[in-house]
Structure formats: C-alpha cells, structure tokens
C-alpha cells in the first residue's frame, strides 16, 4: 500500500492546477476501475444556524452531457452530500439510497442521478478544521461491472487516496481555483458595508468611511439583510461571515 500511495503522491504532485490535478485523480480512480469522479470543497460549515444547508458545488470528471442542468435544484438535498456527517469512513452509495429516512428531495436527488448512469459509488468525506469540509465520490457506471468487488477491492485504497487528493490541493494553493456555490450573492457594496458594519461602526460611520449618504449606506445594508434572511444587522452579519462573505478579498 506504501508504494502505491507514494506513486499516486508523485502523479497527483505533478499538478499545476486544480483542474490538472482532478483530471489526474480521474486517471488514478479510473485504474481502480471507476469510471467518473468528484470532488467538492466548502470553506464554511455546511449548515447555516437555522439548518438550512449550503448547497455543494460538484467539481467532475466524465460526467455524462448534460446531468448539471437539472441538478442546481438538488444542490443542498444531495443525500450522499449529507451522509458525509454521518461519520468519516468511505460508504457505498447503496446504503444511502435505502435509507427509510430520506426526505423526499434527497431521493429524487439520487434517482436524477441514477438517471444518467450515475447510481453506483462511493464517497469519502474530509471533516477539516474550522467546519470546512471536502468530498471525493468515485462511481462506476458500467453495469457489466461487478461494483461489489470494485468497493471492496478499492475501500482502503479510496480512503488514503481522498486524503491524499486534499492535501496535495492544499498544499498547492489550489483551493483558491475552485468555485463553491453559496445560497446569497451580494454585491461588492453590500459586502463592503456589513465589513464596516461587522468591525462596529454605524451608518453614520460608514456613509463618511465610503464617501456615500447614510441613507445610501442603509439602503445596501437594508438589500443584505434581505437577501440573508436576517431580520436586522446583527444577524446579517453574523450569517454573512459563516457563509464567508466578509472574507477579505
């Protein structure tokens, strides 16, 4: 096992980019006997205070044309997406999928996905400091493919190589390469008032911080609390800086 992670270390080094190293992860997994891979990175904890979860960004290789387009509404019901906090250990999707407690979404989640081939796998979570979290979920879309013995084969393997794949990104600098999805945009005005907002100072303060009226500065924190959810600035900003918005730049 030593020599083979040290030779897949060596292949997932050669990386220049996020990109390059998932299209070798794709390579590797595919030796294995896989046929599609993914990789997800979210840089905040995954459920916002009320328990509403953020939905995850898939980052894939040889997914068939196509599957995204109906997928967007899935984003925070992916079952295997919240499986992941069940424990840290790889499991089969089947498991997943038979679960009797699946909201209703979730399983159409996963049937839109067995849809397009995509209905046999595993996934492996990364549980990360700070609440952040990573996934690498490989697939077999091949039914003449025995998966029983591809997952059994390949657990361990699949396990140290998830790690490996994250490190490797990490240490690279990669992680800042990779698109997250979050359920609120704002816009730079708005970030940059709830910052000014979060740091304690007033309207007042920061319409003469940014040159702009106070009823100007209001008005961009009013549409940020709108667009949060939050019922007054406090709370804006106390969501905004889970989801990373006030992040610097």
């Not at 407690?101 to 397009?116: I, M, N, S, V």
């Amino acid at each position: 096992m030593a020599g083979l992670l040290d030779g897949y270390a060596h292949e997932l080094g050669r990386a220049d980019s996020f990109g390059d190293g998932l299209d070798r992860l794709m390579g590797i997994t595919a030796g294995l006997g896989y046929t599609q891979v993914l990789y997800a990175y979210q840089r905040v904890p995954p459920r916002l205070p009320d328990g509403e979860w953020i939905p995850l960004r898939l980052n894939v290789r040889n997914f068939p044309q196509g599957w995204e387009r109906g997928w967007e509404r899935f984003g925070s019901f992916d079952p295997y997406y919240r499986a992941c906090f069940d424990g840290t250990l790889p499991f089969d999707w089947d498991d997943v999928q038979a679960r009797d407690t699946l909201h209703p979404f979730e399983r159409q989640a996963w049937r839109y996905l067995a849809d397009f081939g995509l209905g046999r796998g595993m996934t492996i979570p990364v549980h990360l400091p700070g609440g952040r979290f990573a996934v690498v979920s490989a697939i077999v879309d091949r039914s003449s493919a025995n998966w029983h013995h591809i997952r059994e084969q390949t657990r361990e393997t699949m396990f140290h190589l998830t790690h490996l794949f994250h490190k490797t990104v990490h240490e690279k600098g990669f992680e800042s390469q990779i698109v997250v999805a979050l359920p609120v945009r704002l816009s730079p005005r708005e970030i940059e008032c709830l910052r000014w907002a979060a740091g304690g100072r007033t309207a007042q303060d920061v319409a003469h911080i940014l040159g702009r009226s106070v009823e100007t500065v209001r008005l961009h924190l009013k549409n940020a609390m709108n667009k949060l959810g939050a019922n007054n600035r406090t709370q804006a900003v106390a969501k905004a800086t889970q989801l990373g918005l006030l992040q610097p730049d």
